[in-house]
């Protein structure tokens, strides 16, 4: 079982930026990658970022750039950096742990970009 309990989000003004933190609990361990997805109302979910278990970042086309993964391993922590929002950033973000067995969710954290 693993437990993620995503925080940071909220209000910010376009081009402002936030700081998203997901902690982990449970059966985590370094080789995990742990990472980013976001919904927005009405859309599917969509992949925003991760950090793999060999210490490499991925992010979409849309973030990049913008947004910085990172991962504190001694705190079973990842974060994400926001900067430069813009109103399509509008979104609950999940963290997630991805494995083979299955797909580990956080309960997700709103972000909203207003202008």
């Known amino acids: 079982q693993v437990q993620l309990v995503e925080s940071g989000g909220g209000l910010v003004q376009v081009g402002g930026s936030l700081r998203l933190s997901c902690a982990a609990s449970?059966?985590?361990?370094?080789?995990?990658?742990m990472g980013w997805y976001r919904q927005a109302a009405g859309k599917q979910r969509e992949f925003v970022a991760e950090?793999?278990?060999?210490?490499?970042?991925n992010y979409a086309d849309s973030v990049k750039g913008r947004f910085t993964v990172s991962r504190d391993n001694a705190k079973n922590t990842v974060y994400l950096q926001m900067n430069s929002l813009k109103p399509e950033d509008t979104a609950v973000y999940y963290c997630?742990?991805?494995?083979?067995?299955?797909?580990?969710w956080g309960q997700g954290t709103q972000v909203t970009v207003f202008s």
């Open positions: 449970g059966s985590i361990s370094g080789i995990d990658s």
């Open positions: 950090f793999t278990s060999d210490g490499s970042t």
């Open positions: 997630t742990v991805p494995r083979i067995a299955r797909t580990w």
